[in-house]
């Protein structure tokens, strides 16, 4: 729903009336959602991230519950000037109908220019969109036009400005408005909080302490105070202190999710990781929605995979109806690289609850499991649940993308780029492209643009290859020496291997494989088989691609597209990876694949009393015999002498000779012949045995037991129609 201009975001009840400025300015940094579409995208986008940027959650923000601000006592007590007006717009909020309440706001403020309390509505309902400018704007002329009296009123426009200048970056005008807030209402935490957290960002960590306990103080069985006090010495790595002091808050409330996602990352801190994965669950199983239990998930899943999604498929049994935790854990194993089980718990999330979100996911997954035509039909069934989110067009370019079908990403990304022009790692990936598909012009042109949205290491990275083989030496170094200083902390998406092989620090490369390589997810493996391809050891690139696939890697058109890897495609070891990954996808697909029942029905005739169908053998039309007592099938040697005359047969498919037992008990031998191929009704049987029969009369003689290779089979003597029944695999 359309509530302002230009804004195409539904206004949250929850955060106009229930969340303090950090709870805002938490839910803006983390892209905390509200939807379960949000949420799925969110939640793939924290644990798995991207090659382009990490979606870094901050630990420390999720720290407050939904206390009520003065905002909701303003609303129940309806202080404000009782015009006709303000009285609708009250009304329109309490009934969640955001844009009557927005509509009456400008009426009022078009009948009284001066009305305060009508200017900090309007600033409460911008912040639902992190219109920090309108907030401003909208939040000073309630603090000019508010009466001096009503220090309520007025700290809740004093925070709302706060929250603004803290968006903005002004962090000293955001510490002043603030601390007038409290200066109006000395006992309100949620202020006490807010300005804990700027102390906090600041790294002034005395005064954050001093808040916080002031917390304690006014509201003693409120763990919020403890919290922060618990955040504070975590940032100062007094990490048995935190865990006494977020120990304390869980024994005030253990029913607060953020309580236990803050400790453990603590534990996480500490390396212990089984109490890091207790209380994530403990955090999930309270609220599946804590930001800060997934921003944990994202460092457990390099770190403790196997206890983490170990202890979460226990909660999905106890919870079998909720999408949200095969859909975490689904999206654990993909940030592992492991494909085979990040599909099998995304579908499982699919099955209980189609969303868009996890379509997106799907299509991804699949993309990295070199299914394109899945990744294809999870981004079309995406688009179609949401056409107004452009993510499933990404989706679709991004399978496009990896499937290496570069003409059809060029398109897709064309038409995703028309939808969101600023979507800098878009521009990259067309670049990289467009460098494939020879548009080195429009390339260089698409970095450029990526590069001045948002300078990324992979966007330096793609344009100093982009130079390098353009034979463009000096420029390609700048470009890799600027990406080797931005990637300060290299992580399995990291290019910063081949970045110092192409600088030829291969002292350093070597180190960071064995340093992000322990215990390695698979692209890591494989960007160290990469850089080992292309400028060092041939045998150590198999070697790192054969661990790679033991970790999960499915994409063979990626290897076997992949120039980096050009240097090795003659080595055995490399082909055999080749066949491992070939095995590995037909297993997979045979493991995902799914059974429907087929019924075809077909028609016989009935002459001089026997039952006739028509067919066809290897190619030759002709008509068998259809005899339900036969246990074989018999062709006669007339007609297989005519079928080896004209080529239908073949030396190869005679096979020796057999002896059998016809319907009337008779023991007859005969030659054995490969029937390559039989089809009748539009049903094929393949490398079907028949004896050839001298004293035959008919051409072929097929009977019901053979006919069961196809299915259930069942003779409807009155219509003339043989119906058989059988299982057609499908593909998820």
């Not at 909720?322 to 995304?346: C, D, Q």
């Amino acid at each position: 729903m359309k509530i302002l201009p230009g804004l195409n975001v539904t206004f949250s009840w929850k955060r106009a009336l229930g969340v303090t400025n950090v709870k805002r300015s938490i839910a803006r940094k983390t892209g905390i959602p509200t939807t379960r579409q949000g949420l799925e995208r969110k939640i793939g986008n924290a644990i798995i991230g991207t090659i382009f940027k990490k979606i870094e959650m901050r630990r420390f923000g999720v720290l407050v519950f939904a206390l009520l601000c003065a905002v909701q006592t303003l609303l129940a007590a309806n202080k404000q000037a009782e015009t006709f007006n303000m009285q609708k717009a009250y009304e329109a909020f309490q009934n969640q109908d955001y844009q009557t309440a927005v509509d009456c706001l400008n009426k009022e403020l078009a009948d009284d220019a001066k009305n305060g309390y009508a200017y900090m509505w309007m600033a409460i309902a911008y912040t639902t969109v992190d219109d920090y400018g309108s907030i401003l704007t909208y939040s000073d002329k309630a603090i000019q036009y508010l009466p001096k009296k009503d220090k309520e009123s007025r700290g809740v426009a004093f925070n709302l400005r706060s929250s603004a200048y803290s968006g903005l970056g002004q962090q000293d005008l955001a510490l002043a408005d603030i601390s007038e807030a409290i200066n109006l209402d000395p006992k309100d935490v949620d202020y006490l909080n807010s300005r804990a957290q700027i102390y906090f960002e600041q790294f002034q960590y005395e005064l954050a302490d001093a808040d916080a306990k002031k917390i304690t103080e006014l509201e003693p069985g409120n763990p919020l105070g403890w919290l922060c006090l618990g955040r504070n010495a975590d940032a100062r790595k007094d990490y048995d202190k935190a865990i006494e002091h977020y120990n304390y808050a869980v024994k005030l409330d253990n029913s607060n999710a953020q309580s236990y996602s803050l400790r453990a990352y603590t534990y996480i801190n500490q390396k212990r990781w089984s109490e890091a994965t207790d209380d994530v669950v403990s955090a999930f199983s309270i609220d599946i929605t804590d930001g800060g239990a997934l921003d944990c998930v994202n460092t457990l899943a390099d770190s403790a995979s196997v206890v983490l999604c170990s202890k979460m498929k226990i909660q999905a049994k106890k919870d079998p109806n909720n999408s949200l935790w095969p859909f975490i854990i689904g999206a654990t194993y993909e940030k592992r690289g492991n494909m085979t089980e990040a599909l099998e718990f995304f579908n499982k999330s699919f099955d209980i609850e189609p969303s868009a979100g996890a379509a997106q996911r799907l299509s991804a997954a699949y993309s990295d499991a070199d299914n394109l035509k899945m990744a294809l039909d999870f981004a079309d069934r995406a688009i179609q649940m949401d056409s107004t989110d452009t993510d499933g067009l990404y989706s679709k370019a991004m399978a496009y993308f990896k499937a290496r079908r570069w003409e059809d990403a060029d398109r897709a990304l064309s038409i995703y780029l028309d939808a969101e022009p600023e979507r800098a790692d878009a521009y990259c990936y067309r670049g990289f492209t467009r460098d494939h598909l020879g548009k080195t012009n429009e390339a260089a042109d698409d970095y450029d643009t990526a590069i001045t949205l948002q300078p990324m290491v992979i966007s330096y990275y793609f344009r100093g290859r982009h130079y390098w083989n353009l034979g463009d030496k000096d420029k390609a170094i700048a470009d890799f020496k600027q990406a080797v200083e931005m990637d300060t902390v290299p992580d399995s998406a990291s290019p910063s291997i081949m970045l110092l092989g192409y600088l030829g620090r291969t002292d350093e490369a070597e180190a960071l494989i064995a340093e992000i390589g322990k215990d390695a997810e698979s692209m890591v493996l494989y960007n160290a088989a990469c850089y080992y391809a292309m400028f060092g050891d041939k045998q150590k690139a198999v070697d790192f691609l054969n661990q790679s696939v033991d970790k999960g890697f499915l994409r063979l058109t990626l290897l076997e597209n992949d120039s980096d890897m050009d240097s090795i495609r003659s080595i055995d070891g490399y082909k055999k990876v080749v066949e491992r990954l070939k095995s590995k996808q037909l297993k997979m697909e045979e493991e995902n694949a799914e059974y429907t029942d087929q019924t075809v029905e077909v028609p016989m005739t009935k002459e001089s009393g026997v039952f006739k169908v028509k067919c066809s053998i290897n190619g030759l039309p002709l008509h068998f015999v259809f005899d339900t007592g036969a246990a074989n099938v018999t062709i006669s040697a007339v007609e297989a002498a005519f079928m080896y005359k004209n080529n239908y047969l073949s030396d190869k498919d005679f096979m020796g000779s057999s002896s059998f037992l016809t319907a009337s008990g008779d023991i007859i031998e005969g030659s054995v012949v490969n029937l390559r191929n039989v089809n009748f009704g539009g049903l094929d049987m393949n490398n079907v045995k028949a004896t050839v029969v001298k004293t035959q009369n008919a051409p072929i003689l097929l009977g019901q037991s053979v006919l069961s290779r196809l299915g259930k089979v069942e003779i409807d003597y009155s219509s003339y129609t043989i119906r058989i029944t059988r299982k057609v695999k499908t593909t998820r």
